[in-house]
């Protein structure tokens, strides 16, 4: 990668990909504000510096479900990531052991679920284990049979997606007539147990209306593993979530790609933080850009953060190279901003850490 900065790798990454392609990973939901909002509220927000307090290096791991991460950078559960390089999501799964952070492989992953923990495990047998990312499908029987897949290849987390009773309607892709995956590739956790030598052909993706938190409770009776409820707007589904036994939650608005309109991540966080208190980690998902968008994340109250469309530039330029070069590149830049800052570890980042910036408007 020649790229310098993520915004950059994204510019040299629609060179390589097909319009429809590129726009099917960078689009948004009708007019695409929340897309937009996503990223610019980071830089609604200011870093103020400590000096002098001789911190050394910083300290950038986190402890998740059990689980050491080198720095609080999970990648999020995109689709489809062999439209974006022929490796697809095993080279991402290789990409995030080798980082020593966790993939959070999706639903919608055109790689299965048990090859992408096999390549994870492959590239480093003593790293992370994956987590998935579950939509709630009408049939809860092969729901319950995706999720069991996803334990017995040993997932270490289910994340369900709660923001999902119905798509998003994205306006790129029906001008771009992008409605399917091109021959030769599908959702390969959609498929039935096979009985015979052959795969059992692919379902279809089907939203559920009705989802509701007596899905979690079910959930919570046929699986074992921590459950992350990802998609948390508001505060009082946060406090729902933890009431429901969830194990942690992601605030997210899933990348703009659902309601549009709803406000950054970013700006949701405090207050879903503030509502979960110490009970269950906080994660964020949503703009991120630069190390120090990650570094106000936790300031304003999240544990970790996900990244998902920076994952998929380096996975377009650069397969799993790519990839470790996108986390390779925050985790220098969380180092230096936590040394700039005069933070000896994250455990040091807390709010008095931040301030608004004030915009034109308000300066005149």
């Not at 950059?8 to 939901?29: I, K, M």
């Not at 002098?52 to 402890?63: A, E, Q």
């Not at 920076?310 to 470790?324: K, R, S």
Request: charged content about 25%; proline content about 6%.
């Amino acid at each position: 990668m020649r790229s310098l900065s993520l915004r950059a790798l994204e510019e040299e990454a629609r060179e390589r990909l097909t319009p429809p392609v590129y726009d099917f990973f960078a689009g948004g939901a009708e007019d695409e504000i929340t897309l937009r909002a996503n990223e610019a509220a980071f830089a609604r927000i200011g870093l103020v510096p400590r000096v002098l307090r001789g911190g050394g290096t910083p300290d950038l791991g986190v402890s998740l479900f059990g689980q050491r991460l080198a720095a609080p950078v999970l990648v999020a559960p995109t689709a489809f990531h062999r439209l974006a390089h022929p490796d697809g999501e095993r080279a991402t799964g290789r990409a995030c052991a080798a980082a020593g952070t966790v993939m959070i492989a999706a639903m919608a992953s055109t790689v299965a679920i048990e090859e992408i923990v096999a390549a994870a495990r492959d590239k480093a047998p003593d790293g992370l284990a994956p987590w998935f990312q579950l939509y709630i499908q009408p049939d809860l029987d092969f729901t319950a049979a995706v999720v069991q897949r996803a334990e017995a290849a040993g997932c270490a987390a289910l994340v369900l997606s709660a923001d999902s009773p119905a798509f998003g309607r994205r306006e790129r892709d029906l001008r771009n007539g992008f409605l399917d995956l091109p021959e030769g590739l599908c959702c390969e956790n959609m498929r039935d147990p096979g009985r015979g030598a052959a795969p059992a052909p692919p379902r279809s993706f089907v939203f559920s209306p009705d989802l509701s938190w007596a899905h979690i409770d079910w959930l919570r009776k046929i699986t074992s593993l921590p459950i992350l409820v990802k998609g948390i707007a508001h505060p009082d589904d946060a406090r729902l979530a933890i009431e429901h036994g969830a194990a942690g939650v992601i605030v997210s608005n899933h990348g703009g790609r659902q309601l549009d309109g709803v406000p950054a991540s970013l700006e949701l966080l405090p207050a879903i933080a503030a509502a979960v208190g110490d009970k269950v980690p906080v994660l964020l998902d949503g703009g991120i850009r630069r190390g120090s968008d990650v570094v106000k994340a936790v300031a304003l109250g999240a544990h970790a953060v996900a990244i998902g469309r920076p994952a998929l530039w380096g996975l377009a330029v650069g397969g799993e190279e790519g990839v470790g070069q996108v986390l390779e590149m925050l985790r220098a830049e969380i180092a230096r901003a936590l040394m700039l800052c005069g933070c000896a570890s994250l455990r040091e980042v807390g709010r008095e850490l931040v301030r608004a910036n004030k915009t034109s408007e308000e300066t005149c």
